[in-house]
């Protein structure tokens, strides 16, 4: 293997020795099978090809000073394939499979777990695909389970340097009571449009509004969305936005450092008012957001003059990190270490 430049590691595919893959077939899932291969062999007529039935997680590895290699709730991952896996009607991976399938992909991979000191880690990749055949819209009878995985460096080129932002109208992520809320490729799909434009415009990502109403804030391209002023820890409440796991920790992280948190609408004029903002996900970490531009009007909202992360997004990023990399006490009993 050629040396990796871990430090300079882009979040992208890496090739690595293995993944795993498991195949649900007659109602139940069969044996974890070890596959070296980069390729998928699937039938023409596969619904994940035609009608989009494929959901997928991402979740890190992190290689701690002490050399051991840490999940971070990886519980909440699966539990929210299986909410994915209900929400267009697959078969569901068991919380056991799940886990069995992600412990084992890193360690047999472990060569490629970034070393500790480098803000890089493996990005672990579980895909459920509809396998089985249709032409009629309906579910299949056939799933296929795998997980990949790669070394990553930050999401954004950014790091933790503020990124600008830009809040559109035109286009929408996801419907009200659609499937905005599980996470599946077709989310994904809808989002292109928009955020391959902000980048060709000079921004970092998109923000989504609610569609209803294009009134409040949905969430930041691929991470939610996070305000701070008075000491209060805000973001916003949607049934259209994915839960995101890594938000979920930073309100409690918030909490114990002694801020408010709320979680209800955020109307797009209270930018105004935010001290910080920041987009925050697996990939992302936080990314501290320097510049919204609403899009329509030209509105620009500034939350770094200097250039750098405020001190509230900088303590959650650290306090979050060092958690996910094990120098700080695992105080809520997120970690697990792979042995
Ligand atoms: N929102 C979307 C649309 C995402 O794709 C992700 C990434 O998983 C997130 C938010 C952040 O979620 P998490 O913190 O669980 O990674
Ligand atoms: C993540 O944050 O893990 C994501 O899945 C975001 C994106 C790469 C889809």
Not at 10 to 28: A, E
Not at 157 to 173: A, L, S, T
Request: aromatic content about 12%; some cysteine.
């Amino acid at each position: 293997m050629h040396e990796i430049e871990w430090s300079k590691l882009p979040f992208g595919y890496f090739k690595t020795d293995y993944n795993l893959r498991c195949y649900y077939r007659d109602g139940k899932w069969g044996e974890i099978e070890i596959s070296s291969s980069e390729i998928v062999n699937m039938h023409m007529a596969a619904t994940c090809l035609h009608y989009g039935q494929e959901a997928f997680e991402g979740m890190k590895a992190y290689r701690g000073k002490d050399g051991k290699v840490r999940l971070f709730r990886w519980e909440e991952n699966a539990k929210r394939m299986q909410r994915s896996a209900e929400g267009i009607l697959m078969a569901k991976v068991p919380e056991t499979l799940f886990k069995e399938m992600v412990f084992k992909v890193v360690k047999l991979n472990e060569r490629f777990v970034p070393p500790y000191g480098h803000g890089a880690a493996l990005y672990i990749r579980p895909l459920l695909l509809g396998s089985g055949v249709q032409i009629g819209v309906s579910p299949a009878n056939e799933y296929m389970f795998m997980v990949f995985v790669g070394p990553v460096g930050p999401y954004f080129k950014e790091g933790f340097n503020p990124v600008k932002m830009q809040v559109i109208r035109d286009i929408d992520r996801a419907a009200p009571l659609g499937t905005g809320h599980i996470k599946v490729g077709g989310n994904y799909a809808g989002s292109l449009r928009a955020s391959e434009r902000a980048k060709s415009e000079g921004f970092a990502s998109v923000i989504f509004l609610e569609a209803k109403e294009k009134k409040y804030i949905d969430e930041a391209g691929p991470a939610n969305f996070f305000g701070i002023k008075d000491k209060t820890y805000i973001t916003p409440k949607s049934d259209s936005i994915l839960p995101s796991i890594t938000n979920m920790s930073l309100m409690r992280l918030a909490e114990d450092l002694g801020l408010k948190v709320e979680r209800r609408q955020v109307a797009v004029e209270e930018l105004a008012e935010f001290e910080e903002a920041g987009a925050c996900g697996t990939a992302a970490i936080i990314s501290p957001i320097g510049t919204i531009v609403e899009r329509e009007s030209g509105k620009i909202y500034t939350f770094s003059k200097d250039g750098k992360a405020g001190p509230w997004s900088t303590k959650l990023f650290q306090k979050l990190q060092g958690i996910q990399y094990g120098d700080e006490a695992d105080e809520h009993g997120w970690v697990t270490v792979i042995e």
